[in-house]
Each structure stands twice: as C-alpha cells, then as structure tokens.
C-alpha cells in the first residue's frame, strides 16, 4: 500500500482530532480568561460566589438530565435511527421533570449552600438546562463523526456571544448577577441552536425501547458522572456552608483560573480518545501508543503550566483581579497544583469508556469521593486554604489509582508509564529557575508587567529545551509523531527533525 493510501492509525486520527479541538480551544481559552477577569474585577467575590452557589444546582441537574445517553451514542459499535429518538426523548423528558424540580426546590437548595439570596438565580437557570438536554444528542453524534472543527466553531462563537458581548457588557452596565444568568443563558441556547443546525436528526417521540443497547451503558456513565460532579463540586459546596459567599467567590474564582485550561486540556482530549478508543477497543497495541503519546504531551504541557502559577500566584492575582481578591492567591497555590494530576488522570478515563469499562472507573471515583468529602469536611474546620490542599492531596491519589488501573488495562508495566511523564517532569523543573528568577529580579515591578514575563520566559524555555535537547522532552511515541507529522508537511530534513527522529528511537522505558 503507498503512502498515499495508508490509512492513518488511531493515535495519528486521534491527534487530527485534537489539532481542531486545541485550535478552537486556544480562542476559547483567551475568550473565557478574559471575560473572567472582567466579570471578577467588576462584579466581586461576593457575587461571583453567589452565583457559583446557584449554579452548583444546575450542574448536578444537567448530569441526571443526560442520563449517560451522550456518551452511549458515542460509544455505541452500531447506531441506528431508533437509538438516536431514544435517547433524544429520554433527554427531554429528563430536562422537563428537573427544571420543575429546580423550581420547586430552589429554596431548599439556596438555604442548603447557606447562600439564601440564590433562590430567585437558581430558578432563573432552568433555561440553561432546557438548552443543555437540547444540544446532548446533536454533540454526541459530531463527536461520533469525529466533527471537531464543527463542535469548536459552536463553542466558540455561543461562548464569545453569551459571556463577552451580553455578559461583560450587562455587568459593566450594573446588571450585578444577572449578568451572568443572562450570559449562562445566551450562550446555551445559542448552542443548542447551532449544534442542531449542524447535526439535525430526528425528534419524534420514541419513550420506550427494551432492546436498546443505550441503556445499560448509560446508567453505568451517569453513575460515574454523578461521582466526578461531586469531586469537582463538593469543594464548592463545603466552602459555601463553612465559609460564606465571600470566601467561596474567592476560592471559585482562583478554581476557576486554572480549572479553565486544564479542564479545555481535558475535555480536548477526551472527545477525540472516548470516540477512538470505542473504534479500537480491541486493538491494545494502538490503544497503548495513544494513550502513551497523548499523556506524555498533556504532561509537556501541564507540568510547567501549572507549576509556574503555582510559584507566582500572588503576583497572577494582583495583575488579573486586583487587590480585592489578594485573598485568594493562597488558595491559588494547591489547586493549580491538583490541576496537573487532573489533567493527567484525565486521559485515562475516555481509555477505559472507550473500551466499554466504565465499571473500574466508577468505583475508583466512587472511593475517591468519599476520601474527598470525609478530607474537604475535616479541612473545613481550620480555612478554605487547608480545603485547597486537601484537594491537592486528593486529586494526586486519584490521579495514581486511575494511572495504574489503565497501565494494568493496557499491559503497561510502571517504568514504561512513568517514562511518559518524564519530559514534563523536567519542563516543570526547568521553569522553575526561569519562575523566581523573575519574581526576585522584578519584585518592585507592577504585578502585570511580571505576568507579562511570566507568560513569556517559562514557555520559552520550554520551547528553548526542546529544541536542543528533544531526548530530555518527548517520548518515543510522541517524538515519532512529531517526525511523522513534520515528514508529511515536507520538512522531515530539518536538522531538528533529526534530533527528534534520534528520540523516537530510543528504548521505551524498561516495562
């Protein structure tokens, strides 16, 4: 067969997948950290943790909502047109009996978060959740298809639409909370709109349908779902009823910077390998040259990310909130710190739904929730800094759990997994310098000028060391998909290519 007519492998389909996703996930980023700033800035930490109190009930309805069916058409080996009504009407039904129930226990909800001014807000995102069932069906199938450029397209303008052109602009105007219902609102039904435009598909009712392979496999994602919402959130939840809305905007607010990359990091990766795991359950050698490839970047990445704002948080939070939220620089340190064992957890879990192994996943994070409750509610009772290191704390054991779960899946011995990890390892510990060199030798500066070279110089450097050095940085799996890459554009004789091609020869660890 000639090279014309190869057909790529899953890690080189998964990574065309992950070029759309990390282009529309680049504008969604820059779009969503500065609409952020500016809400933060303008509105406060009491409102913004208000607001994160309400939405906290949106959330979880939207999980119930869903009933795993998404991700059951995703996975799915054969769908047919009977499948795809099913879940629609299953999905609207669901939305119709929890935005009544939303209603009807807004009250109890807004006094459960000790945040009682929630009420009328909670009530005022059940359209929200109308417009979220409403997109579950139309997204699932582009991501089915493998439709990621589409799926960005829609994200992207509903978000820029919802949040920086209605929401920044009402909160600028005085419209206080509401300008963050009316965003939340404009941008999921802008959503709905487009994604149905995108992916039609048919709406007739079909209620009941006992042979659907959907539905076992849903309640098993729902379950796991309900598990990861109460991970993510409780969290939130223990700082509303220990603390207040003041002390829960600031801690939403430092979560929410560094939860905004890596959760983009995370759900990029997971729309391209839960749909290409599920085309390849069988295929472990492919399933282990994907998952190897696609940690080691997301370790690249995130180590040195995360560790720089760890090393600098008070000056990130000066430069992009002001000093109202100087409070919430402590906070910042654990939780961007959780984010890198997030964001490598994270690729192992679509790994494991792909192959249909939802089961292992649920009872890792079943146990992980309960350690997070029983750690977050003893934290509880000494600061919101101590609920930020227990989550820290937390996320680096699930991390380890749901990495040796998938390693045992894929026949992958310790030393060849952590080998993976290796190049980001030595990113992290290469900024480090770069990071307090910069902090000492520029104390006196405004904080914003030190962001701006702390946006600047640890990337560099990154980028500086792997240039000399791609032996240090990249794995063999992704160092060969950089040289097979960069020989399909033409340029596979660039002298760095060569440094890149000696790196994808060397042995794989010693697993």
């Known amino acids: 067969m000639s090279s014309a007519q190869r057909v790529p492998t899953l890690t080189e389909r998964s990574l065309s997948g992950v070029k759309w996703n990390y282009i529309g996930l680049a504008v969604r980023v820059a779009v969503q950290l500065l609409t952020q700033i500016a809400l933060a800035r303008i509105l406060g930490p009491d409102v913004m943790g208000t607001f994160a109190a309400a939405f906290l009930a949106v959330g979880f309805a939207s999980i119930l909502v869903e009933r795993g069916l998404g991700s059951a058409l995703v996975q799915a080996k054969n769908l047919t047109e009977r499948d795809v009504r099913y879940a629609f009407s299953c999905v609207t039904v669901a939305a119709v009996v929890a935005c009544g129930l939303v209603w009807s226990l807004a009250g109890i909800v807004a006094d459960f978060v000790r945040v009682p001014q929630a009420t009328e807000v909670v009530r005022s995102l059940i359209l929200v959740l109308c417009f979220q069932a409403m997109s579950v069906v139309s997204m699932s199938l582009l991501r089915r298809e493998l439709e990621f450029r589409t799926i960005q397209i829609v994200l992207v303008a509903s978000y820029s639409l919802g949040f920086l052109f209605v929401g920044v602009v009402l909160a600028w105007l005085g419209a206080g909370i509401w300008s963050l219902v009316a965003a939340w609102t404009v941008q999921s039904g802008v959503a709905a709109g487009l994604l149905y435009r995108s992916k039609s598909h048919l709406v007739r009712p079909l209620l009941f349908d006992r042979y659907s392979p959907l539905r076992g496999f849903g309640a098993r994602v729902v379950l796991t779902n309900v598990v990861n919402w109460t991970i993510d959130n409780v969290d939130n939840l223990i700082v509303s009823r220990a603390f207040g809305s003041g002390a829960l905007g600031h801690y939403s607010v430092s979560y929410n910077l560094v939860r905004t990359p890596s959760n983009h990091l995370v759900v990029a990766l997971q729309s391209v390998l839960f749909p290409a795991a599920a085309r390849a359950q069988d295929d472990l050698a492919s399933l282990r040259h994907a998952y190897l490839t696609v940690v ?149 500066a405004l904080p914003v000028v030190r962001v701006l070279f702390l946006a600047t110089l640890p990337p560099l450097t990154v980028i500086v060391l792997g240039f000399f050095c791609p032996r240090l940085l990249l794995h063999r799996d992704l160092a060969a998909i950089v040289v097979r890459l960069a020989e399909g554009k033409g340029i596979g004789g660039m002298p760095w290519l060569r440094r890149v091609r000696a790196a994808a020869l060397l042995p794989r660890g010693h697993g």
């Open 296 to 444: 080691s970047g997301v370790a690249l990445v995130s180590f040195p990310a995360f560790g720089a704002v760890m090393l600098a948080s008070e000056t990130m939070v000066l430069a992009l909130f002001g000093d109202a939220w100087r409070e919430a620089s402590a906070v910042l340190v654990p939780l961007a710190g959780a984010m890198i064992f997030h964001t490598v957890m994270a690729v192992a879990g679509p790994v494991l739904w792909g192959k249909g192994d939802v089961g292992r996943e649920l009872k890792i994070q079943a146990i992980v929730a309960f350690a997070l409750v029983a750690t977050l509610v003893f934290a509880s009772q000494y600061s919101i800094v101590a609920v930020a290191w227990g989550v820290f704390t937390v996320y680096l054991l699930r991390s380890g759990a749901m990495t040796a779960v998938l390693a045992r899946q894929l026949k992958l011995g310790w030393p060849t997994t952590l080998e993976a990890l290796r190049g980001g390892v030595i990113a992290g510990a290469a900024v480090v310098p770069v990071v307090l060199g910069v902090e000492m030798v520029l104390s006196d």
